[in-house]
């Protein structure tokens, strides 16, 4: 008889549902069901989407409208605000309905700029006199994490939550700064752990991100000091592409930074977990109790999603894919499969089917 495990909801702070914008591989409606077949019972969605960006309080009330008509897990919204945006004036309103602030220091989707710790000083001291309890989340650069961190978490003692680190030597900036007593975290993706920078040989475009995938070496020390509590938090950066778009950059030149797989976290980790490489205790630490406390989320006891513990290879499940309709894990090793979703007192998800869906807005303070 399959096993069956029972843990608290899964939290996902750093997700890209692209709606709206440009890029068409996803929907708010596509991801969020993705999330949620994924053991998800809250995301939290970035600012920087293609084409239209969330740099004011009217696209952000936007966002919201969409997520009420059409999500179907609880989603919280990061405001954004970059150097060439010049939207200070927009970050007073935009401090209330947003769980956070995203800042781009390197290149990414949208933008292909390095910067300095002192082109965000205008923009950090204006986020945190409007919003000094919620999380500044920063897409690093090559160099200029320490300025930053000594910026952000040092001069105005705001809470820094560094994304997706790839390389050990980002976490020891994080260590020391914590050492140090500074209010800092960070994250790392699935993909940083599970694949290598040797990928893109053989798969292209298919397998390029910002930050770029780490070398074998560094992804098996990425996974060591997640287990070990020096990497706070798993996030997923679920930045979906539609397969087309990938061939497109990998035959015709251009870029498309990203891949998809919020539906796949959990039953990697999972594995993992039942090959002894991670405790079940620390693996609802940095899935769920870590990820909301980043952002200021109660968990209730009632909130669970329950997994059938079988263990199956990553195949082309159509209807567990998100909108891009491919997954960068396949083939891969995983355990678990979603049976049943309980958020608060609500059945999202009872024998492997969705039942309902909920288009609630989250923010700091709220309970899940």
Partial sequence: ?????????????????RQPGDNKAETIASGTR????????????????????????????????????????????????????????????????????????????????????????????????????????????????PGLIELIAGKFGHHLHVCHVNASREVELVEKAKADGLPVTCGVCPHHLFKTSHDPLSEGWFARMKPPLARQEEAEKLFELLVNGAIDIVETDHAPHSAGAKWTAENAGGSCWGVPGIEFALP????????????????????????AKIIGLKLSGSTKVTWQMEIHRIGDEKTRLSGSGWTPYLGKLAAGKVKKVV??????????????????????????
């Avoid at 008889?1 to 608290?8: A, N």
């Avoid at 990697?268 to 990820?291: A, C, F, N």
């Avoid at 007192?345 to 492997?352: E, F, I, P, T």
Wanted: charged share 20%; proline share 7%; with cysteine.
């Fill in 268 to 291: 990697l980790l999972l594995y993992q977990m039942v090959k002894g490489r991670i405790s079940r205790e620390r693996l609802i630490e940095i899935t769920s109790t870590k990820p």
């Fill in 343 to 368: 958020i608060g007192k609500q059945v999202l998800v009872a024998d492997g089917k969705i039942m309902a869906k909920t288009g609630r807005l989250i923010n700091r303070g709220d309970q899940l």
């Fill in 34 to 145: 993705a999330a949620l077949l994924g053991g998800f019972t809250a995301i939290c969605d970035m600012p920087n989407n293609p084409g239209r960006p969330t740099w004011s309080a009217h696209r952000l009330i936007e966002k919201q409208r969409l997520i009420r008509k059409s999500a179907y897990v609880p989603v919280g919204l990061y405001a954004g605000a970059q150097p060439e945006s010049n939207n200070l004036d927009q970050l007073p309103a935009m401090a209330k309905p947003a769980i956070g602030l995203k800042l781009y220091s390197a290149p990414t989707t949208g933008s292909d700029k390095d910067y300095t710790a002192k082109d965000f000083t205008k923009i950090v001291s204006a986020w945190h006199e409007s919003a000094p309890a919620k999380p500044i989340m920063l897409h690093a650069g090559q160099t200029n994490l």
């Fill in 1 to 17: 008889m399959t096993e069956i495990l029972e843990i608290p909801g899964a939290v996902d702070i750093h997700v890209h549902l």
